[in-house]
């Protein structure tokens, strides 16, 4: 019998082990509409693929298939890469999101323990647009515009949102990415943010009997702010999830009133 039991431990633990091995290597696309009284409609619809906490990864190509000619750009939301990754599938990666369309980047606290400038350069090469506390601007026939804002590393204080926002258009629908949830701390209404995209935290990754440090991936309405935090595509330490399978986002973004 106590043979009995232990054999249905091991059983119990393998299964469980295997389980989790599957959520780390999920391709989820999550699929997401949000609609904003003040979205400018002359852009009819705007779509965004969003990928954060790559770290060692390699996108297959059934997550490119997937969104290939429905986002119009793609944003990775920092940890594209971390130490030991090789360089070439970081270009690799990048050469697949490519082909989806216009790709921005913005840093997380992993990809400064690789040569960083090597990364940047990489980053230059592939014609992918850094955004460290800087914004690109999106313009209608009608001059309508949307801004991409992004920061840089807040856990390195690298972070500026006052530049990024001088260097976004006043009157625009404004977007900002970040690595880190926590820089919706320093937003403020009168900033006009409407959207923040962000990762880091993974979603908590492992979580036992439902708990975690860290909270499942959701977005949520903010005073200020609507924030979407992702819990990522990759994982770090272990390649292992519970709770918070890998994912990535296609969002929507129209004009319209959220019930």
């Known amino acids: 019998m106590i043979i009995f039991l232990v054999i249905l431990v091991i ?52 997550v490119i298939n997937a969104v290939k000619g429905k986002a119009d750009v793609v944003i990775i939301g920092g940890d594209l890469t971390e130490k030991g990754v090789p360089f070439d599938r970081v270009r690799a990666n990048l050469l697949k999101l490519k082909q989806i369309g216009p790709v921005y980047f913005v840093w997380g606290n992993n990809d400064y323990e690789v040569d960083f400038r090597l990364l940047d350069a990489i980053l230059l090469e592939s014609g992918v647009k850094v955004l460290d506390n800087t914004a690109v601007t999106f313009e209608s026939e009608q001059g309508e515009k949307i801004c991409l804002l992004g920061v840089d590393d807040l856990n390195q204080e690298r972070d500026r949102l006052d530049l990024a926002l001088l260097d976004a258009h006043e009157k625009s629908f404004k977007i900002l990415a970040s690595h880190y949830p926590s820089i919706t701390k320093k937003i403020h209404s009168e900033h006009e943010i409407r959207l923040v995209l962000s990762g880091h935290t993974h979603g908590g990754q492992i979580h036992i009997f439902g708990f975690s440090p860290q909270k499942r991936g959701c977005i949520k309405k903010l005073e200020n702010t609507i924030l979407l935090i992702s819990n990522g595509f990759g994982t770090t330490s272990f390649p292992l999830r519970l709770g918070a399978p890998a994912e990535t986002h296609l969002i929507t973004l129209r004009k319209g009133n959220n019930r």
């Open 11 to 62: 059983l119990g633990g393998v299964l469980l082990l295997l389980y989790m091995v599957r959520e780390a290597f999920l391709n989820k696309v999550m699929e997401h509409e949000l609609l904003f009284p003040d979205f400018p409609e002359s852009f009819g619809k705007v779509s965004l693929f969003f990928i954060s906490d790559i770290h060692r990864r390699t996108i297959p190509d059934v």
